[in-house]
């Protein structure tokens, strides 16, 4: 989502932004949004390698050839999140990361099988994190997910009857999960350079746990 500059006090930046999904506010409630100036930067070599790596495995999944897909995905991110235009060879960092984003998401939503983990190729990784426990994807494999508690869940209580929202969570296919337990959280969590997301009530209602 590209917003402007609508005015800045000394101490307040106030920004205005096009956006289409009322309704995802309300039921991710979000109420905080991270915002990143641009400054100019021209998109890196490492992030075109990455958007067209991306863009291939699309490629060679659904059979349209890779110019196809460049330009159906760049016009549905352009549809989808309101912004102008722009070529992958001079875009600005920002809008190469975003449009990478938006890539990435589609594969864990479609099932596109990937050359390398989309977790090496992510440039937000809570973003990504986030959209594996609503996929119910696991964030290292791909494969299905079971829902792996960061923070413990403790000896004798029932899952069933405890709060989740709140709890850090993570989604592991059965052999991670199991080797995230074998392992120890913070061992398991550097080997793979990710972290535990708080269950909201979105999440909670997909996974069925109890946020109240």
Known sequence: MIGYIHK??????????KYPFSGELARKEITQCEIRLDD???????????I?????????YTGHTPDEVKALMKY??????????FSLSDTDMTTANQFLNF???????????????????????????????????????????ELHHVDAVGRGRNRKDII????????????????????????????YHIFG?????YLCGIWKVRAE
Request: charged fraction near 30%; charge should be positive.
């Open 8 to 17: 800045y006090d000394g101490e307040y930046l106030y920004i205005v932004a």
């Open 40 to 50: 100019g930067r021209h998109i890196s070599v490492d992030q075109r390698k990455k």
């Open 52 to 60: 067209y790596a991306t863009m291939r495995d699309i490629s060679l």
């Open 76 to 85: 549905d991110f352009i549809a989808k999140s309101g912004h102008d235009y």
């Open 103 to 145: 890539l990435i998401d589609f594969c864990i939503e479609f099932d596109i099988p990937c050359a390398d983990s989309l977790l090496e190729r992510s440039p937000d990784i809570a973003r990504y994190l986030y959209k594996c426990l609503v996929e119910k994807k696991c964030c290292i494999t791909g494969k299905k997910a």
């Open 164 to 191: 989740h929202k709140g709890m850090r969570v993570l989604p592991l296919c059965r052999e991670m999960h199991t080797l995230a337990h074998n392992m120890g959280r913070d061992s398991f969590c550097e080997k």
């Open 197 to 201: 997301i708080k269950l909201d009530t």
